[in-house]
Protein backbone atom coordinates (compact mmCIF):
# COMPACT_ATOMS: atom_id res chain seq x y z
CA UNK A 1 0.00 0.00 0.00
CA UNK A 2 2.50 2.71 0.95
CA UNK A 3 4.30 2.58 -2.61
CA UNK A 4 1.04 3.38 -4.09
CA UNK A 5 0.99 6.61 -1.75
CA UNK A 6 4.07 7.88 -2.78
CA UNK A 7 3.35 7.41 -6.71
CA UNK A 8 0.41 9.26 -6.46
CA UNK A 9 2.08 12.20 -4.13
CA UNK A 10 1.26 11.20 -0.79
CA UNK A 11 -2.10 11.30 -1.69
CA UNK A 12 -4.64 9.17 -0.36
CA UNK A 13 -8.22 9.48 -1.79
CA UNK A 14 -11.37 9.05 -0.06
CA UNK A 15 -12.14 5.19 -0.10
CA UNK A 16 -15.47 5.32 -1.56
CA UNK A 17 -14.08 6.36 -5.03
CA UNK A 18 -11.97 3.82 -7.07
CA UNK A 19 -8.83 5.99 -7.87
CA UNK A 20 -8.07 10.15 -7.16
CA UNK A 21 -9.13 10.40 -10.91
CA UNK A 22 -12.21 9.59 -10.04
CA UNK A 23 -12.52 11.48 -7.23
CA UNK A 24 -10.97 14.63 -8.96
CA UNK A 25 -13.73 13.68 -11.49
CA UNK A 26 -16.66 13.72 -9.19
CA UNK A 27 -15.29 16.86 -7.19
CA UNK A 28 -14.86 18.57 -10.40
CA UNK A 29 -18.77 17.87 -11.68
CA UNK A 30 -19.82 18.59 -8.30
CA UNK A 31 -18.54 22.53 -8.54
CA UNK A 32 -20.13 22.24 -12.03
CA UNK A 33 -23.28 21.56 -10.25
CA UNK A 34 -22.95 24.49 -7.84
CA UNK A 35 -21.93 26.76 -10.92
CA UNK A 36 -25.50 25.68 -12.31
CA UNK A 37 -27.18 26.74 -9.65
CA UNK A 38 -24.56 29.75 -8.92
CA UNK A 39 -26.24 30.68 -12.68
CA UNK A 40 -29.65 30.20 -12.16
CA UNK A 41 -29.08 32.47 -8.80
CA UNK A 42 -27.80 35.51 -10.51
CA UNK A 43 -30.52 34.39 -13.22
CA UNK A 44 -33.13 35.27 -11.58
CA UNK A 45 -32.07 38.92 -11.35
CA UNK A 46 -30.51 38.52 -15.17
CA UNK A 47 -34.46 38.29 -16.07
CA UNK A 48 -35.72 41.09 -13.63
CA UNK A 49 -33.49 42.99 -15.41
CA UNK A 50 -34.02 42.55 -18.83
CA UNK A 51 -37.90 42.78 -17.86
CA UNK A 52 -37.66 46.26 -16.35
CA UNK A 53 -35.28 47.44 -18.78
CA UNK A 54 -37.39 46.54 -22.11
CA UNK A 55 -40.96 48.12 -19.47
CA UNK A 56 -38.60 51.31 -19.01
CA UNK A 57 -35.47 51.81 -21.87
CA UNK A 58 -35.90 55.37 -21.69
CA UNK A 59 -35.31 55.33 -17.46
CA UNK A 60 -32.44 52.56 -17.13
CA UNK A 61 -30.83 55.58 -20.53
CA UNK A 62 -31.25 57.79 -18.09
CA UNK A 63 -30.28 56.42 -14.80
CA UNK A 64 -27.33 54.15 -16.36
CA UNK A 65 -25.77 57.95 -16.94
CA UNK A 66 -25.39 58.32 -13.10
CA UNK A 67 -22.88 55.38 -12.73
CA UNK A 68 -19.02 55.68 -13.06
CA UNK A 69 -18.39 54.07 -16.21
CA UNK A 70 -14.35 54.86 -15.40
CA UNK A 71 -14.69 52.89 -11.83
CA UNK A 72 -16.57 50.23 -13.59
CA UNK A 73 -13.82 49.55 -16.26
CA UNK A 74 -11.27 49.85 -13.90
CA UNK A 75 -13.17 46.82 -12.03
CA UNK A 76 -13.84 44.59 -15.22
CA UNK A 77 -10.02 44.91 -16.02
CA UNK A 78 -8.95 44.19 -12.38
CA UNK A 79 -11.36 40.92 -12.10
CA UNK A 80 -10.44 39.58 -15.53
CA UNK A 81 -6.18 39.92 -14.72
CA UNK A 82 -7.39 38.72 -11.81
CA UNK A 83 -8.95 35.50 -13.05
CA UNK A 84 -5.62 35.25 -15.39
CA UNK A 85 -3.37 35.05 -12.01
CA UNK A 86 -5.98 32.63 -11.19
CA UNK A 87 -5.39 30.54 -13.70
CA UNK A 88 -1.62 31.23 -13.17
CA UNK A 89 -1.38 30.17 -9.56
CA UNK A 90 -4.05 26.48 -10.89
CA UNK A 91 -0.76 25.89 -13.50
CA UNK A 92 1.31 26.08 -10.82
CA UNK A 93 -0.48 23.77 -8.49
CA UNK A 94 -0.35 21.25 -11.47
CA UNK A 95 3.21 21.58 -11.51
CA UNK A 96 3.99 21.60 -7.69
CA UNK A 97 5.02 25.08 -7.55
CA UNK A 98 4.61 26.05 -4.02
CA UNK A 99 5.90 29.69 -4.34
CA UNK A 100 4.00 30.35 -7.32
CA UNK A 101 1.01 28.95 -6.19
CA UNK A 102 1.57 31.45 -3.16
CA UNK A 103 2.89 34.35 -5.76
CA UNK A 104 -0.65 34.09 -7.79
CA UNK A 105 -3.17 33.46 -4.82
CA UNK A 106 -1.39 36.44 -3.17
CA UNK A 107 -1.80 38.70 -6.36
CA UNK A 108 -5.27 37.54 -7.27
CA UNK A 109 -5.86 38.46 -3.32
CA UNK A 110 -4.62 41.84 -3.93
CA UNK A 111 -6.36 42.65 -7.46
CA UNK A 112 -9.74 41.47 -5.14
CA UNK A 113 -8.79 43.93 -2.72
CA UNK A 114 -8.61 46.72 -5.13
CA UNK A 115 -12.13 45.28 -6.81
CA UNK A 116 -13.60 46.11 -3.31
CA UNK A 117 -11.74 49.21 -2.74
CA UNK A 118 -13.08 50.86 -6.12
CA UNK A 119 -16.44 49.39 -5.08
CA UNK A 120 -16.47 50.74 -1.67
CA UNK A 121 -15.51 54.19 -3.81
CA UNK A 122 -18.22 53.85 -5.95
CA UNK A 123 -21.35 53.22 -3.63
CA UNK A 124 -20.16 55.65 -0.88
CA UNK A 125 -20.23 58.34 -3.92
CA UNK A 126 -23.87 57.11 -4.91
CA UNK A 127 -25.11 57.19 -1.02
CA UNK A 128 -23.68 60.68 -0.97
CA UNK A 129 -25.94 61.85 -3.71
CA UNK A 130 -28.82 59.71 -2.52
CA UNK A 131 -28.55 57.20 -5.47
CA UNK A 132 -30.11 54.44 -3.34
CA UNK A 133 -32.09 51.43 -4.01
CA UNK A 134 -35.78 52.14 -4.01
CA UNK A 135 -37.90 54.09 -1.28
CA UNK A 136 -34.06 55.13 0.16
CA UNK A 137 -33.81 56.99 -3.50
CA UNK A 138 -33.91 60.85 -2.45
CA UNK A 139 -31.79 61.81 -5.30
CA UNK A 140 -33.56 64.90 -7.43
CA UNK A 141 -30.93 65.19 -10.63
CA UNK A 142 -32.39 61.65 -11.71
CA UNK A 143 -35.82 62.93 -12.75
CA UNK A 144 -37.28 59.68 -14.01
CA UNK A 145 -39.85 58.20 -11.61
CA UNK A 146 -38.60 54.50 -12.09
CA UNK A 147 -35.02 55.60 -11.86
CA UNK A 148 -35.11 53.97 -8.24
CA UNK A 149 -36.34 50.40 -9.78
CA UNK A 150 -32.46 50.68 -11.37
CA UNK A 151 -30.72 51.57 -8.47
CA UNK A 152 -32.14 48.88 -6.71
CA UNK A 153 -31.18 46.55 -9.80
CA UNK A 154 -27.71 47.90 -9.34
CA UNK A 155 -27.12 47.18 -5.81
CA UNK A 156 -28.64 44.34 -5.67
CA UNK A 157 -26.62 43.00 -8.51
CA UNK A 158 -23.43 44.29 -7.90
CA UNK A 159 -23.76 43.69 -4.33
CA UNK A 160 -24.32 40.02 -4.75
CA UNK A 161 -21.50 39.69 -7.29
CA UNK A 162 -19.15 41.65 -4.19
CA UNK A 163 -20.58 39.51 -1.84
CA UNK A 164 -18.92 36.79 -3.45
CA UNK A 165 -15.68 37.97 -4.18
CA UNK A 166 -15.72 38.76 -0.65
CA UNK A 167 -16.14 34.92 -0.30
CA UNK A 168 -13.49 34.16 -3.29
CA UNK A 169 -11.07 36.23 -1.20
CA UNK A 170 -11.42 34.13 2.03
CA UNK A 171 -11.36 30.90 -0.07
CA UNK A 172 -7.99 32.22 -1.30
CA UNK A 173 -6.57 32.28 2.37
CA UNK A 174 -7.65 29.03 3.11
CA UNK A 175 -5.50 27.50 -0.34
CA UNK A 176 -2.41 29.46 0.77
CA UNK A 177 -2.62 28.43 4.27
CA UNK A 178 -3.12 24.76 2.56
CA UNK A 179 -0.74 25.13 0.57
CA UNK A 180 1.98 26.35 3.11
CA UNK A 181 1.59 23.15 4.79
CA UNK A 182 2.51 21.28 1.76
CA UNK A 183 -1.47 20.06 1.15
CA UNK A 184 -1.11 20.26 -2.41
CA UNK A 185 1.30 18.22 -4.95
CA UNK A 186 0.19 17.38 -9.05
CA UNK A 187 -1.47 14.47 -7.33
CA UNK A 188 -3.81 16.24 -5.43
CA UNK A 189 -4.94 20.13 -6.37
CA UNK A 190 -8.86 19.62 -6.76
CA UNK A 191 -9.29 22.73 -3.94
CA UNK A 192 -6.89 24.84 -6.28
CA UNK A 193 -8.73 24.09 -9.32
CA UNK A 194 -12.45 24.40 -7.90
CA UNK A 195 -11.44 27.73 -6.58
CA UNK A 196 -10.53 28.52 -9.55
CA UNK A 197 -13.66 27.79 -11.35
CA UNK A 198 -15.33 29.70 -9.11
CA UNK A 199 -13.77 32.95 -9.00
CA UNK A 200 -13.74 32.51 -12.98
CA UNK A 201 -17.62 32.52 -12.62
CA UNK A 202 -17.53 35.51 -10.69
CA UNK A 203 -15.20 37.10 -13.71
CA UNK A 204 -17.74 35.74 -16.28
CA UNK A 205 -20.83 36.88 -14.15
CA UNK A 206 -19.09 40.95 -14.15
CA UNK A 207 -18.16 40.65 -17.98
CA UNK A 208 -22.25 40.85 -17.92
CA UNK A 209 -22.80 43.35 -15.18
CA UNK A 210 -20.36 46.05 -16.65
CA UNK A 211 -22.06 46.42 -19.64
CA UNK A 212 -25.62 46.22 -18.73
CA UNK A 213 -25.28 48.26 -15.98
CA UNK A 214 -22.60 51.14 -16.70
CA UNK A 215 -22.90 50.93 -20.75
CA UNK A 216 -26.69 51.19 -21.57
CA UNK A 217 -26.71 52.55 -24.30
CA UNK B 1 -3.23 -7.38 -2.20
CA UNK B 2 -1.14 -6.79 -4.93
CA UNK B 3 -3.33 -6.18 -8.00
CA UNK B 4 -5.02 -3.58 -5.87
CA UNK B 5 -1.53 -2.04 -5.57
CA UNK B 6 -0.73 -2.06 -9.13
CA UNK B 7 -4.41 -0.49 -10.07
CA UNK B 8 -4.11 2.36 -7.64
CA UNK B 9 -0.80 2.82 -8.99
CA UNK B 10 -2.30 2.38 -13.14
CA UNK B 11 -4.77 5.35 -12.02
CA UNK B 12 -2.79 7.23 -10.15
CA UNK B 13 -0.80 7.91 -13.22
CA UNK B 14 -4.18 8.35 -15.16
CA UNK B 15 -4.51 11.18 -12.97
CA UNK B 16 -2.46 13.34 -15.11
CA UNK B 17 -4.76 16.03 -16.83
CA UNK B 18 -4.19 18.96 -19.03
CA UNK B 19 -2.25 21.70 -18.10
CA UNK B 20 -2.98 24.85 -19.52
CA UNK B 21 0.47 26.24 -20.98
CA UNK B 22 1.01 30.08 -19.42
CA UNK B 23 1.27 31.29 -22.95
CA UNK B 24 -2.36 30.77 -23.51
CA UNK B 25 -3.31 31.84 -20.47
CA UNK B 26 -1.59 34.95 -20.81
CA UNK B 27 -2.71 35.24 -24.18
CA UNK B 28 -6.62 34.84 -23.14
CA UNK B 29 -6.38 37.36 -20.25
CA UNK B 30 -5.03 39.92 -23.42
CA UNK B 31 -7.88 38.61 -25.89
CA UNK B 32 -10.48 39.34 -22.39
CA UNK B 33 -8.62 43.12 -22.20
CA UNK B 34 -8.97 43.95 -25.87
CA UNK B 35 -12.59 42.85 -26.14
CA UNK B 36 -13.65 45.26 -22.49
CA UNK B 37 -11.88 48.24 -24.57
CA UNK B 38 -14.04 47.09 -27.45
CA UNK B 39 -17.08 46.85 -25.45
CA UNK B 40 -16.11 50.37 -23.84
CA UNK B 41 -15.55 52.05 -27.28
CA UNK B 42 -18.27 50.13 -29.08
CA UNK B 43 -21.10 51.71 -26.17
CA UNK B 44 -19.47 55.04 -27.13
CA UNK B 45 -21.47 54.24 -30.64
CA UNK B 46 -25.08 54.91 -31.25
CA UNK B 47 -26.19 51.77 -32.79
CA UNK B 48 -29.84 52.39 -31.85
CA UNK B 49 -31.72 49.50 -30.14
CA UNK B 50 -28.26 47.32 -31.38
CA UNK B 51 -26.13 48.29 -29.00
CA UNK B 52 -27.99 46.25 -26.12
CA UNK B 53 -27.51 43.22 -28.61
CA UNK B 54 -24.03 44.17 -29.58
CA UNK B 55 -22.86 44.44 -25.45
CA UNK B 56 -24.07 40.92 -24.75
CA UNK B 57 -23.03 39.49 -27.72
CA UNK B 58 -18.98 41.00 -26.96
CA UNK B 59 -19.89 39.78 -23.44
CA UNK B 60 -20.58 35.81 -24.41
CA UNK B 61 -17.46 35.98 -26.22
CA UNK B 62 -15.49 37.14 -22.86
CA UNK B 63 -17.81 34.25 -21.21
CA UNK B 64 -16.88 31.67 -23.39
CA UNK B 65 -13.58 32.58 -23.44
CA UNK B 66 -13.35 32.46 -19.85
CA UNK B 67 -15.23 29.26 -19.73
CA UNK B 68 -13.75 27.31 -22.26
CA UNK B 69 -9.82 27.98 -21.53
CA UNK B 70 -9.82 29.38 -17.87
CA UNK B 71 -12.39 27.00 -16.47
CA UNK B 72 -10.90 24.59 -18.93
CA UNK B 73 -14.46 23.42 -20.59
CA UNK B 74 -12.56 22.81 -24.07
CA UNK B 75 -10.54 19.99 -22.38
CA UNK B 76 -13.01 19.23 -20.07
CA UNK B 77 -15.22 16.03 -19.79
CA UNK B 78 -18.47 16.62 -22.41
CA UNK B 79 -20.79 16.56 -19.78
CA UNK B 80 -19.40 19.20 -17.86
CA UNK B 81 -19.78 21.65 -20.56
CA UNK B 82 -23.33 20.21 -21.15
CA UNK B 83 -24.01 20.86 -17.68
CA UNK B 84 -22.81 24.50 -17.21
CA UNK B 85 -24.82 25.31 -21.10
CA UNK B 86 -27.79 23.23 -20.05
CA UNK B 87 -28.38 26.23 -17.07
CA UNK B 88 -28.14 29.30 -19.99
CA UNK B 89 -30.92 27.14 -21.60
CA UNK B 90 -32.81 26.91 -18.68
CA UNK B 91 -32.34 30.97 -17.92
CA UNK B 92 -33.24 31.53 -21.54
CA UNK B 93 -36.31 29.58 -20.81
CA UNK B 94 -36.57 31.57 -17.96
CA UNK B 95 -36.42 35.06 -19.77
CA UNK B 96 -38.24 33.96 -22.82
CA UNK B 97 -41.62 32.93 -20.38
CA UNK B 98 -41.51 35.76 -18.32
CA UNK B 99 -41.53 38.05 -21.56
CA UNK B 100 -44.17 36.34 -23.42
CA UNK B 101 -46.29 37.20 -20.06
CA UNK B 102 -44.78 40.89 -18.78
CA UNK B 103 -43.62 42.20 -21.74
CA UNK B 104 -47.47 41.66 -23.29
CA UNK B 105 -49.33 42.32 -20.48
CA UNK B 106 -52.03 45.31 -21.94
CA UNK B 107 -52.12 43.60 -25.27
CA UNK B 108 -55.53 42.21 -25.03
CA UNK B 109 -56.86 45.86 -23.90
CA UNK B 110 -54.85 47.45 -26.62
CA UNK B 111 -54.54 45.18 -29.83
CA UNK B 112 -58.02 45.21 -32.46
CA UNK B 113 -59.73 48.31 -34.01
CA UNK B 114 -59.84 50.27 -30.66
CA UNK B 115 -58.26 53.29 -29.06
CA UNK B 116 -55.27 51.85 -26.60
CA UNK B 117 -56.33 51.45 -23.25
CA UNK B 118 -53.61 53.22 -21.66
CA UNK B 119 -52.81 56.89 -22.07
CA UNK B 120 -54.34 60.10 -20.97
CA UNK B 121 -57.76 60.96 -21.41
CA UNK B 122 -58.57 63.39 -24.82
CA UNK B 123 -61.29 64.30 -22.93
CA UNK B 124 -62.47 66.77 -20.17
CA UNK B 125 -65.33 66.27 -18.68
CA UNK B 126 -66.89 63.15 -20.87
CA UNK B 127 -69.47 62.59 -18.70
CA UNK B 128 -71.44 65.90 -20.13
CA UNK B 129 -72.21 64.94 -23.97
CA UNK B 130 -71.09 66.36 -26.70
CA UNK B 131 -71.17 65.74 -30.60
CA UNK B 132 -67.68 64.13 -30.74
CA UNK B 133 -68.20 61.54 -27.85
CA UNK B 134 -71.74 60.35 -29.32
CA UNK B 135 -70.04 60.53 -32.81
CA UNK B 136 -67.11 57.96 -31.34
CA UNK B 137 -70.07 55.97 -29.34
CA UNK B 138 -71.66 55.59 -32.35
CA UNK B 139 -68.30 53.63 -33.93
CA UNK B 140 -67.77 51.61 -31.13
CA UNK B 141 -71.35 50.88 -30.49
CA UNK B 142 -71.24 48.99 -33.91
CA UNK B 143 -68.17 47.25 -33.09
CA UNK B 144 -69.29 45.93 -29.87
CA UNK B 145 -72.82 46.21 -29.45
CA UNK B 146 -74.94 45.77 -31.89
CA UNK B 147 -74.66 41.79 -31.85
CA UNK B 148 -76.41 41.91 -28.99
CA UNK B 149 -78.41 45.12 -28.70
CA UNK B 150 -79.37 45.88 -32.39
CA UNK B 151 -78.70 48.17 -34.66
CA UNK B 152 -81.40 50.40 -32.71
CA UNK B 153 -80.43 49.65 -29.54
CA UNK B 154 -83.87 47.90 -28.56
CA UNK B 155 -82.52 44.87 -27.74
CA UNK B 156 -83.27 42.97 -30.43
CA UNK B 157 -79.49 41.58 -31.74
CA UNK B 158 -79.56 38.18 -32.57
CA UNK B 159 -76.13 37.53 -30.28
CA UNK B 160 -79.04 38.41 -27.63
CA UNK B 161 -81.78 36.63 -28.63
CA UNK B 162 -80.91 33.75 -26.33
CA UNK B 163 -80.09 35.86 -23.61
CA UNK B 164 -82.14 35.80 -20.25
CA UNK B 165 -82.59 38.54 -18.77
CA UNK B 166 -82.96 39.78 -22.62
CA UNK B 167 -80.80 42.40 -23.74
CA UNK B 168 -81.63 45.75 -22.25
CA UNK B 169 -83.73 47.93 -24.66
CA UNK B 170 -81.95 51.22 -24.76
CA UNK B 171 -84.68 53.53 -26.05
CA UNK B 172 -86.98 52.43 -23.00
CA UNK B 173 -87.13 55.04 -20.57
CA UNK B 174 -87.75 52.52 -17.43
CA UNK B 175 -86.15 49.91 -15.86
CA UNK B 176 -82.67 51.01 -16.22
CA UNK B 177 -80.95 49.43 -12.48
CA UNK B 178 -78.01 51.81 -12.55
CA UNK B 179 -79.92 54.72 -13.62
CA UNK B 180 -80.46 56.55 -16.97
CA UNK B 181 -77.27 59.22 -16.47
CA UNK B 182 -74.06 59.32 -17.67
CA UNK B 183 -72.24 57.87 -14.13
CA UNK B 184 -75.11 54.80 -14.36
CA UNK B 185 -73.90 53.37 -18.55
CA UNK B 186 -70.27 53.92 -17.21
CA UNK B 187 -70.81 51.62 -14.25
CA UNK B 188 -72.85 49.27 -16.38
CA UNK B 189 -69.93 49.34 -18.93
CA UNK B 190 -67.13 49.07 -16.61
CA UNK B 191 -68.50 46.63 -14.02
CA UNK B 192 -71.02 44.55 -15.99
CA UNK B 193 -74.59 43.38 -15.18
CA UNK B 194 -76.08 40.16 -15.07
CA UNK B 195 -75.74 39.12 -18.46
CA UNK B 196 -74.01 42.17 -19.76
CA UNK B 197 -70.01 41.54 -19.76
CA UNK B 198 -67.88 43.78 -18.44
CA UNK B 199 -66.11 45.87 -21.17
CA UNK B 200 -63.40 47.94 -18.47
CA UNK B 201 -61.54 46.50 -21.51
CA UNK B 202 -61.98 50.02 -23.74
CA UNK B 203 -60.31 52.34 -22.44
CA UNK B 204 -61.95 55.04 -20.21
CA UNK B 205 -62.21 57.45 -23.27
CA UNK B 206 -64.11 54.74 -25.29
CA UNK B 207 -66.16 53.59 -22.34
CA UNK B 208 -67.52 57.13 -21.90
CA UNK B 209 -68.06 57.89 -25.97
CA UNK B 210 -70.07 54.24 -25.93
CA UNK B 211 -72.04 56.27 -22.46
CA UNK B 212 -73.12 59.12 -24.77
CA UNK B 213 -74.06 57.21 -27.52
CA UNK B 214 -76.19 55.06 -25.44
CA UNK B 215 -77.95 57.76 -23.74
CA UNK B 216 -78.58 59.57 -27.31
CA UNK B 217 -80.51 56.99 -28.44
CA UNK B 218 -83.37 57.14 -25.06
CA UNK B 219 -85.30 59.85 -23.35
CA UNK B 220 -83.56 62.78 -21.69
CA UNK B 221 -80.57 61.28 -19.37
CA UNK B 222 -81.39 61.86 -15.52
CA UNK B 223 -78.94 64.24 -13.65
CA UNK B 224 -75.50 62.65 -12.60
CA UNK B 225 -75.44 63.36 -8.40
CA UNK B 226 -72.47 64.07 -6.45
CA UNK B 227 -73.05 60.55 -5.03
CA UNK B 228 -72.60 59.16 -8.20
CA UNK B 229 -69.90 60.54 -9.16
CA UNK B 230 -68.35 59.64 -5.69
CA UNK B 231 -69.07 56.19 -6.03
CA UNK B 232 -66.82 56.06 -9.37
CA UNK B 233 -64.49 57.96 -7.85
CA UNK B 234 -64.33 60.64 -10.25
CA UNK B 235 -63.81 64.09 -9.11
CA UNK B 236 -66.59 66.46 -11.62
CA UNK B 237 -64.66 69.33 -11.43
CA UNK B 238 -61.50 68.27 -12.69
CA UNK B 239 -60.58 67.73 -16.48
CA UNK B 240 -59.03 64.53 -16.40
CA UNK B 241 -61.67 62.43 -17.98
CA UNK B 242 -62.31 60.61 -15.17
CA UNK B 243 -59.35 58.20 -16.12
CA UNK B 244 -59.57 55.18 -14.51
CA UNK B 245 -63.04 55.58 -12.85
CA UNK B 246 -64.82 52.91 -11.13
CA UNK B 247 -62.60 49.76 -12.72
CA UNK B 248 -62.43 47.02 -9.88
CA UNK B 249 -59.28 45.71 -11.11
CA UNK B 250 -57.46 45.95 -14.55
CA UNK B 251 -58.21 42.40 -15.52
CA UNK B 252 -61.18 41.18 -17.87
CA UNK B 253 -63.61 38.41 -18.04
CA UNK B 254 -62.31 35.00 -19.19
CA UNK B 255 -64.86 34.48 -21.93
CA UNK B 256 -64.24 38.40 -23.05
CA UNK B 257 -60.30 37.38 -23.43
CA UNK B 258 -61.09 34.31 -25.30
CA UNK B 259 -63.37 35.77 -27.27
CA UNK B 260 -60.59 38.69 -28.01
CA UNK B 261 -58.12 36.37 -28.51
CA UNK B 262 -59.18 33.38 -30.69
CA UNK B 263 -61.27 35.38 -33.26
CA UNK B 264 -59.02 37.82 -34.74
CA UNK B 265 -60.56 37.37 -38.57
CA UNK B 266 -63.90 38.62 -36.97
CA UNK B 267 -62.60 41.19 -35.32
CA UNK B 268 -60.78 42.69 -38.51
CA UNK B 269 -64.23 42.41 -40.43
CA UNK B 270 -65.90 44.19 -37.44
Redesign the interface.
Known sequence: MSSTHITTGGYQHAHHYKSAGDEFEASKQGMWLFMVTEVLMFGGLFVAYTMFRAMYPEMFHEASKHLAVNLGLTNTIILITSSLTMVLAVIASQKGQKGRILLHLGLTFLLSCGFLVVKYFEYSGKIHHGILPGGLFTNTEITHPKAPLFFSLYYVMTGIHAFHVIVGMGLMVWLAVRTMRNEFSPAFYTPVELVGFYWHFVDMVWIFLFPLMYLVG | ?SDH?E???H?????H?F??P?RT??A??LA??VL?GV??WV?GI???RL??TI??L??VV??SL??LV??GLKY??K??GL??V???L??AI??AL??TD??FRGDVYVKGPLVAASGKSQFKKPWISTTELVAKGKTLYEQQCVACHGAQGRGDGPAGAGLNPKPRNLTAAEGWKNGHKATGIFKTLTQGLNQMPVFSSLSTDDRWSLTQYVLSMGPAAEKDTAADFAALKIDPTKDDGGAGAGEESKSIPVEVAIDLLAVPEQKAQR
Open positions: MNKHQEGQEHHILEAVVGLLTTVADFGNFALIAKAVGFMDRENIFTSFFLFITALL
